[in-house]
T-cell receptor, first 115, second 117 residues
Framework: AQSVTQLGSHVSVSEGALVLLRCNYS??????LFWYVQYPNQGLQLLLK??????LVKGINGFEAEFKKSETSFHLTKPSAHMSDAAEYFC?????????????FGTGTLLAVQP | GAVVSQHPSWVICKSGTSVKIECRSL??????MFWYRQFPKQSLMLMAT?????????EQGVEKDKFLINHASLTLSTLTVTSAHPEDSSFYIC?????????????FGSGTRLTVV
């Protein structure tokens, strides 16, 4: 069975500060890993995904994440937070296979950005 | 990129009535769509996998007769909440994967806020 654990349900940073959102995964097979962002009352938008190519993945809006197999981690970072980054962030895992594969989500981290 | 349209974005219904939510893939054919439920300040819980032309696969603990899923075409899946009750109030989100995207991009609808009064 696959799962992801997001450490910290709430993270608060100052505008311009480093953003670090933590995600650890558990998978018996090589995983695909994703980070999504959700704004209030909206669906999810894909920030980035790891699918076994480069371990450092760059996404939209200046976000990036690094796949570390030894640590079973896929932490999301952004060098400088912007007010518009305030949202809920979800890490997700899927095993490799066909189109019917499911995404399993973590519990989410609510990011607050202080002026 | 792939677009998934979900309607309605919000709905209020009386207890005991049924509500239908539509999920459409606008520019690709989706043989499989996924339905999620999200409670306030919680994560997305997969309810079921909708397969075109066959029965949906429900996750453990999800009532099949309560949450009817129909995937009659390659671009449309519907979720019907039957005999809705206040505890069914939630945010429902659908998702589909564009088979043209070899790098596993799942696209999500904008969600439906259901309130049962």
């Amino acid at each position: 069975a696959q799962s992801v654990t997001q450490l910290g349900s709430h993270v608060s940073v100052s505008e311009g500060a480093l953003v670090l959102l933590r995600c650890n995964y558990s998978s018996s097979v090589p995983p695909y890993l994703f980070w999504y962002v959700q704004y209030p009352n909206q669906g999810l938008q894909l920030l980035l995904k790891y699918t076994s190519a480069a371990t450092l993945v760059k996404g939209i809006n200046g976000f990036e994440a690094e796949f570390k197999k030894s640590e079973t981690s896929f932490h999301l970072t952004k060098p400088s937070a912007h007010m518009s980054d305030a949202a809920e962030y979800f890490c997700a895992v899927s095993d490799r296979g066909g189109a019917t594969n499911k995404l399993i989500f973590g519990t989410g981290t609510l990011l607050a950005v202080q002026p | 990129g792939a677009v998934v349209s979900q309607h309605p974005s919000w709905v209020i219904c009386k207890s005991g009535t049924s509500v239908k939510i539509e999920c459409r893939s606008l520019d690709f054919q989706a043989t499989t769509m996924f339905w999620y439920r999200q409670f306030p300040k919680q994560s997305l819980m997969l309810m079921a996998t909708s397969n075109e032309g066959s029965k949906a696969t429900y996750e453990q603990g999800v009532e099949k007769d309560k949450f009817l899923i129909n995937h009659a075409s390659l671009t449309l899946s519907t979720l019907t909440v039957t005999s809705a009750h206040p505890e069914d109030s939630s945010f429902y989100i659908c998702s589909a994967r564009d088979p043209r995207d070899r790098l596993y991009g799942y696209t999500f609808g904008s969600g439906t806020r259901l309130t049962v009064v």
